[in-house]
């Protein structure tokens, strides 16, 4: 089965910036669709971010030309750059992998959760 290993977490002031890693055990090129979550606290985990093969990158209207999402197929990598970071960003990231099935459209596969705070 496939593993996510997220890093790049952390507490950063308010119009910073960081990138999210998320390592995998497969070729990132090799998973049909990739994408991340963050849920903060009190509210539903959302979609920030996703891509695959073939298409461009889909984003939520809230990180829309703030975060940038990319995959390193050499590294077996997605990254997620976040820029222009605001106090309402602050959430739990999970990087998240969706693979076709034969018998489920598809299979979802979450890494661990990284933190990221954006306070003064």
């Known amino acids: 089965q496939v593993q996510l290993v997220e890093s790049g977490g952390g507490l950063v002031q308010p119009g910073g910036s960081l990138r999210l890693s998320c390592a995998a055990s497969?070729?990132?090129?090799?998973?049909?669709?990739m994408g991340w979550y963050r849920q903060a606290p009190g509210k539903e985990r959302e979609l920030v971010a996703s891509?695959?093969?073939?298409?461009?990158?889909n984003y939520a209207a809230a990180v829309k030309g703030r975060f940038t999402i990319s995959r390193d197929g050499a590294k077996n990598t997605m990254y997620l750059q976040m820029d222009s970071l605001k106090p309402d960003d602050t959430a739990i990231y999970y990087c998240?992998?969706?693979?076709?099935?034969?018998?489920?459209?598809?299979?979802?596969?979450w890494g661990q959760g990284t933190q990221v705070t954006v306070s003064s």
């Open positions: 497969v070729s990132v090129i090799s998973i049909n669709v």
């Open positions: 998240n992998a969706k693979i076709r099935s034969a018998y489920i459209s598809y299979l979802d596969y």
């Open positions: 891509v695959s093969s073939g298409s461009s990158p």
